[in-house]
């Protein structure tokens, strides 16, 4: 069976970010790593509603760092130039 490096993301996720790393730096490879984190962020948004913790508490920060965390860093997001929709 498969075994996600962080369940709650999926591997959906990650064959995404293999999918970006291995793209030059460009405009398609800019909004794939937008969506990545668009993705991120509504699975750390379920994952904290579910523990009940209200959903504006999961920062675009926190996004920032668990995208550069399972990327190995390979994905430089800023959380600056983000501006992800609130859930």
């Known amino acids: 069976p498969y075994r996600a490096k962080q369940r709650q993301f ?3 996720v990650e064959l995404l970010i293999e999918r970006a790393v291995g793209m030059e730096e460009n405009h398609a490879r800019h909004l794939l790593e ?5 993705y991120v962020k ?5 994952v904290a509603v579910k523990s009940g913790a209200d959903a504006s508490s999961v920062t675009d ?4 760092a668990q995208v ?3 990327s190995a860093g390979r994905l430089g997001l800023e959380a600056e130039a983000l ?3 609130s859930h």
């Open 83 to 85: 501006r992800l929709p």
């Open 42 to 46: 509504l699975s750390l948004v379920n």
């Open 68 to 70: 550069a965390a399972l």
């Open 10 to 12: 999926g591997k959906n």
């Open 34 to 38: 937008r969506l990545i984190a668009y």
């Open 61 to 64: 920060a926190q996004v920032v």
